[in-house]
T-cell receptor, first 112, second 113 residues
């Protein structure tokens, strides 16, 4: 496999469920990112990890909890989400935190 | 603050050239990017230009940067139906030790046969 892989591609969950999104990069990069893409809004940066250390938390509600166990994997743990959290969640990686970012295909999340 | 603006929609015929325009606000941006998003997919990095360059060409793609006017454009030569997608312009802003990308809302390119 190459590039940035996200699973699952689609997720439907109730507001009381707990689920996790997974991102894996096969590019040997040291920085990873979570973005939220909502309809008719610009991409919103959520979290940034560099060398497994979180360097940015862009005022994201605590119902979103990121985890970066190593430089190749990034998770987004979800709990008690709201309907307005329905969106496409994109993961990206870069060689380091000042290099171009490469994106995965995203997880389409729907909150019932 | 940082802001990136793009027109929402562009329609061209197959074989014509397409020009997608973008304006940005942060004069200290180091890099400016063009990404492509096809339906159901993530963002594909198309090309990027360093802020001290005026032009960059990569096969059918030509990027022009006017730093004075903070204007960036992407020209696609010989546009094909497979080029139909949403194109995002992004500026980079130095932010607490990492390069934060600020995206526009995207330009939807429709290529008709």
């Amino acid at each position: 496999e190459t590039g940035v892989t996200q699973t699952p591609r689609h997720l439907v969950m109730g507001m009381t469920n707990k689920k996790s999104l997974k991102c894996e990069q096969h590019l040997g990069h040291n920085a990873m990112y979570w973005y939220k893409q909502s309809a008719k809004k610009p991409l919103e940066l959520m979290f940034v990890y560099s060398l497994e250390e979180r360097v940015e938390n862009n005022s994201v509600p605590s119902r979103f909890s990121p985890e970066c166990p190593n430089s190749s994997h990034l998770f987004l743990h979800l709990h008690t989400l709201q309907p307005e959290d329905s969106a496409l969640y994109l993961c990206a990686s870069s060689q380091d935190r000042n290099q171009p970012q490469h994106f995965g295909d995203g997880t389409r999340l729907s909150i019932l | 603050g940082e802001d990136v603006e793009q027109s929402l929609f562009l329609s061209v015929r197959e074989g014509d050239s397409s020009v997608i325009n973008c304006t940005y606000t942060d004069s200290s941006s180091t890099y400016l990017y063009w990404y492509k998003q096809e339906p159901g997919a993530g963002l594909q990095l198309l090309t990027y230009i360093f802020s001290n360059m005026d032009m960059k060409q990569d096969q059918r793609l030509t990027v022009l940067l006017n730093k004075k006017d903070k204007h960036l454009s992407l020209r696609i030569a010989d546009t094909q139906t497979g080029d139909s997608a949403i194109y995002f312009c992004a500026e980079s802003a130095d932010h607490t030790g990492f390069q934060k990308l600020v995206f526009g809302t995207g330009t939807r390119l429709l290529v008709s046969p």
